[in-house]
């Protein structure tokens, strides 16, 4: 079985958009784009840092497929993102790249820099 | 600023270990494991699949640091592991490793197939 693992390290993103700073509309923006990718989320967790760890927000929506992971650096205009998902009985790659699409779109980053790992799992026990 | 992102497969796991099945048993190897290697866990979410969704668990373990992530497939002795750390002021590459294999480690794997990636962040603005 593969796994596919796709990051993305966004810069020059715009500091002003909610789901740089506000666990509630990062949240909503994670999850809406988990549902139009067609995948199947299972809970998720958002928190905003505030006070000395700065004002981004970091979280995660667990997958039937695997997970999203997001994390904001909003003063440094900085967004990283996971998307793992794992290929089992269904090839979920292009799902996969639409939902890190849509949730890239949504920080407008000037800079992307994408990065894809296939990840070999067994497909039968050792 | 340099993030570090670190991932493991691996293989012919002991089927028969808590964790791999039950999600109060990895909750708390993943949370106690972040406490050892020293980062700062902010909140975590396990979920047991069950039912069609084979008996597996997935969670996560969100960090000051940035994130932990397990899945586990006991029909297949697999687990997939990922910690990722930024490294802003602090150099947290060796928490972030001894973090990997003291969760690896409780599932007495017969193969583990590592990577590293090292994720490119603005040091400023843009």
Redesign the interface.
């Known amino acids: 079985?593969l796994?596919l693992?796709l990051?993305a390290?966004l810069?020059?993103c715009d500091?002003a958009a909610a789901a740089m700073t506000d666990a509630a509309a990062l949240r909503a923006l994670c999850v809406d784009a988990v549902r139009d990718a067609g995948l199947r989320p299972?809970?998720?967790?958002f928190?905003a840092?505030g006070g000395d760890?700065g004002n981004g927000v970091?979280?995660?929506v667990?997958l039937?497929e695997?997970?999203l992971?997001v994390?904001t650096?909003p003063?440094?205009?900085?967004v990283?993102l996971?998307v793992?998902v794992?290929n089992r009985s269904v090839d979920h790659s292009g799902a996969a790249r639409r939902l890190l699409d849509r949730v890239a779109a949504a920080f407008t980053p000037?800079?992307v820099?994408r990065?894809e790992?296939q990840?070999?799992?067994?497909?039968?026990?050792?």
Do not use: I, K
């Open positions: 079985m796994g693992h990051t390290e810069g020059g500091a299972l809970g998720e967790l928190h840092f760890g970091t979280g995660m667990l039937a695997s997970h992971a994390h650096w003063e440094l205009g900085a990283t996971d793992f794992c000037a800079r820099q990065h790992l990840r070999d799992l067994p497909r039968r026990p050792a």
